[in-house]
């Protein structure tokens, strides 16, 4: 069996490395890696060498990831949506509390004062200044009902707020999941105009950037409170600063602190602590190495985000071909009458397409030799070709 290496460009938890076989080693050089793990490193200016394969990112966001260089060259990245979801959903509900609380603002003013043996009755004067709201009865807005979302959702109407939920592409996953007391509105404005709270749980694209900007913080209650804890570009700064400066927002509540919002009153931010639990570690780690296992071991995609998922199962033929290719007419008929005429007979077949990108999984009930996959990677469109052979069959190429 081919000995496969991987490259941690991150510390990824000793629970997930574990889950890597006997024919698995950990490498420091990138150059002969098959594949990468990542958490927060930055690979939008890496080289991609030759052996790469496959980059599993132990998280949700892949902006550190070159997703359209790693499509185009036939690397499959991967994620791990859902494993860190109860850990930023945890963290989420308590920032809505200590921002609803004044309890940072109270902490710090308590740290800021000089021991003394008045210091209670100091305290118990100045506390006036720091008085909040609770959040039972309270109205949440959220936007984005995955993994996440839902979770936030669920835990307020726990809290007994009465709770609002904005998602047009709520998957059948997470509709179910769903507490049947959260109220899924069809319109923004009409959600925005009536909660107290409006928590963001979207991913960071083209058309979610600034998704809250100046309009939907006008339509906003008087001393509503925001909380982002999925990317800050989701929302425009600029509109932010200008509404707390007003008292048009009384508290902005963020994971992603920046050059700009660390200068803003009346905000809590929180050093990007949204996955930082040991258990969410834990699960993207494990999460990740499984991905990367069933990839290059079945050539099984799930959870990719830029090819899509595609599965053969188990191996029972002597060999698992990988084509993976751009989404256009002909390349699967052009593939299989390469097949054909080189004298292998396809016993099963798997083809799917996500956007500009498709993956096809061949079975095969003979070996293939390197040089017929050579020639097959050679055909127009086709990106990457990997040849898997059964561990219990002879390698024709050895």
């Not at 109860?86 to 710090?108: D, K, W």
């Not at 050539?299 to 060999?319: D, F, R």
């Not at 007979?345 to 079975?363: K, P, Q, T, W």
């Amino acid at each position: 069996m081919k000995q496969r290496k991987i490259a941690c460009l991150n510390k990824i938890a000793p629970c997930g490395l574990e889950l890597f076989g006997d024919n698995y080693s950990l490498t420091d050089d990138l150059s002969v890696a098959d594949a990468w793990l990542v958490r927060s490193a930055n690979l939008l200016e890496k080289e991609l060498p030759d052996p790469l394969r496959a980059i599993a990112r132990a998280g949700a966001g892949v902006n550190n990831i070159p997703i359209q260089r790693c499509s185009e060259e036939g690397i499959v990245v991967f994620n791990t949506p859902g494993a860190n979801a109860n850990a930023v959903a945890e963290l989420v509900t308590a920032a809505m509390i200590c921002s609803a609380r004044n309890l940072v603002s109270g902490i710090n003013w308590v740290r800021s004062l000089e021991a003394s043996a008045d210091i209670a009755e100091r305290i118990e004067k100045g506390k006036s200044s720091f008085q909040g709201t609770e959040v039972r009865g309270k109205k949440l807005g959220v936007i984005g009902l995955g993994a996440i979302g839902y979770r936030v959702a669920n835990d307020a109407v726990g809290l007994g707020m009465e709770v609002y939920g904005y998602d047009p592409m709520i998957t059948p996953q997470f509709a179910w999941q769903l507490s049947r007391s959260v109220r899924h509105v069809t319109s923004l404005p009409e959600m925005l105009s009536q909660v107290d709270f409006l928590s963001i749980h979207v991913p960071l694209k083209d058309d979610t950037r600034h998704m809250i900007g100046k309009a939907q913080i006008d339509l906003m209650k008087d001393g509503a409170i925001l909380l982002n804890f999925a990317r800050d570009g989701l929302v425009d700064e600029d509109a932010v600063a200008a509404a707390l400066a007003s008292g048009k927002l009384r508290c902005y509540t963020v994971d992603f602190g920046n050059p700009r919002n660390v200068t803003f009153p009346n905000t809590i931010i929180t050093p990007h602590l949204g996955a930082s639990t040991e258990e969410s570690e834990d699960n993207c780690a494990q999460m990740a190495v499984k991905q990367l296992r069933d990839y290059l071991d079945l050539g099984t995609i799930e959870n990719s985000v830029n090819y899509p998922s595609a599965t053969l199962g188990h191996m029972t033929c002597a060999t698992r071909v990988v084509m993976l290719h751009r989404n256009v007419p002909n390349v699967i008929n052009r593939a299989t009458s390469l097949f054909g005429a080189a004298g292998h007979n396809i016993e099963h077949m798997v083809s799917s397409s996500r956007g500009n990108y498709s993956c096809a999984l061949f079975d095969l009930a003979e070996p293939m030799r390197r040089e017929f996959a050579m020639q097959l990677k050679e055909a127009d469109d086709i990106l990457k070709i990997r040849v898997i052979h059964n561990d219990n069959l002879p390698d024709p190429n050895v």
